[in-house]
Each structure stands twice: as C-alpha cells, then as structure tokens.
C-alpha cells in the first residue's frame, strides 16, 4: 500500500453558487447553475425530538460544465467514454503546479513555457497551470474571452513527450482567448479524442499556495454519465 505523507490539504475549488459565472457558449442559450431551498411541507406534523427541525434540502440544477469540473472525452465525441467510464486512478497522483502568470491576455502557452517552469514534470504527473486569470474571476469580457492558453504543440508536448495523465487550468477553458478564436479545439482533440486523457477546468481556491510545489494532487469528480462533472480538487502539499 502506498503511503501519501502531507502536512496541509489545499483547496483549488471555486465556490459553486446560483447565478455564477458560465463559459458563455453555455450563457448564450441561457444555461445557469441554481441551487434551490426546497421548502419543508408546511403541515408537517410534529416531531418528537424538538431538536431536530425538518430536513433542509436544495434542489441543484446546473451545465456539467459550471465551476471546477473535469471533460471526459464524450465532451467532443459522441461515442467517446462518460466520466464515469474513465479509470479512477486518471484523477489522482503526483503533479506538479506550473506558473504561468506571466502570460498576458490570449498569450499562447508554449512548450517552452512548460519546459522553463519548475518543478519538471514526471511521466504519469497531473499538471496544473496558474494563469491567475482565477483572480479575475467573473461575468466580464477579460475573464471569459482573454485568458491565456495551451495551443496544439504544448498539447502534444505535454501528452507524447512527458506523459502526462490529466492537464488541469484556471480559466474557463484551456485554450487561449475567445471560443471564436479556438473554434477547433485543439488541446480538446489531443487530450480528449487522441489519448483520452481528462481536463480540469476553472480551478481557483488556494491555487496560489501550492505554485511551483508538487503536490499529492486528487480531482474526483461526482460518478455520472456525461460528458463532464463538478470535481473537488484537493493539494496534498
């Protein structure tokens, strides 16, 4: 049994909330995340225990895509495997988190950027880039439409030459710039379609804390079968 020894747990998590901010494909046709008090009936009975009031429960509606979530590769093909079909130990190992806060609006990530950062990436690593476009997070153009991101060669870079199982970033999508801009989705297709490694989107939380460390790192998300799902993602630092 493989022993994981760690002084702190770090959250990289956004905060999932009624009316947040949506990847504005999804915007667009008027997708939202709502999360609902459901009301208790209201000619409960009485209960015995007066220390226990009626259960509180919410109603959750949400895209699969809304906050921290991972892309299983039926998000670009229709008959490519649910989240629930990928293996669970795609979502959790060693990684690496790389700083990539250097990069300026709709600037590409390039392999020599991944290449330059520390700590190296091992085969087999999960690794997390911080644009610190999570700082910038909300329902604005700069947000949404001006991070920065990974282009073709970085994809197969990161997948062919280091190995990697699963590439995670703090934007709302992991390609640079606009959706217009990446229309074809390359690291989607080299990821997702090619090799089926999974992504992890829109992280944020104690991103910052764990910069240029590598971590024990574990990103479940809720077994489902879609195309993606919301993911707690957790630093073993």
């Known amino acids: 049994m493989k022993e994981i020894k760690f002084d702190k747990v770090y959250d990289l998590t956004m905060l999932t909330y009624t009316n947040m901010v949506m990847h504005p494909a ?4 008027g997708e939202r995340a709502k999360l609902s008090l459901i009301n208790s009936p209201r000619h409960a009975p009485q209960r015995p225990n007066q220390a226990i009031e009626w259960p509180v429960i919410f109603h959750i509606e949400m895209p699969s895509h809304a906050g921290t979530h991972v892309d299983s590769p039926l998000h670009v093909k ?9 293996p669970i130990e795609k979502f959790m190992g060693e990684g690496v988190i790389l700083d990539m806060r250097h990069k300026g609006p709709s600037e590409a990530i390039t392999p020599e950027d991944i290449e330059n950062s520390n700590p190296k990436i091992q085969e087999g690593d999960i690794v997390i880039l911080n644009t610190g476009w999570h700082e910038k997070w909300g329902d604005t153009a700069e947000y949404l ?9 970085t994809a197969y870079y990161l997948v062919e030459k280091k190995k990697v199982k699963m ?4 934007t709302i999508c992991p390609e640079q710039g606009s959706e217009e801009s990446h229309w074809e989705h390359p690291l989607h297709r080299v990821c997702l379609i090619e090799h089926e490694i999974p992504l992890l989107e829109i992280l944020g939380g104690e991103i910052n804390k764990v910069t240029g460390k590598r971590c024990y790192i574990v990103a479940v998300p809720i077994k489902m079968t879609t195309d993606a799902a919301p993911t707690r993602v957790l630093a073993f630092l």
């Open 145 to 153: 439409n001006e991070h920065p991101g990974l282009i073709e060669d």
């Open 167 to 170: 590439i995670g970033t703090d």
């Open 78 to 86: 229709k008959n490519g495997k649910s989240i629930d079909e990928l």
């Open 26 to 29: 999804n915007a667009k046709i």
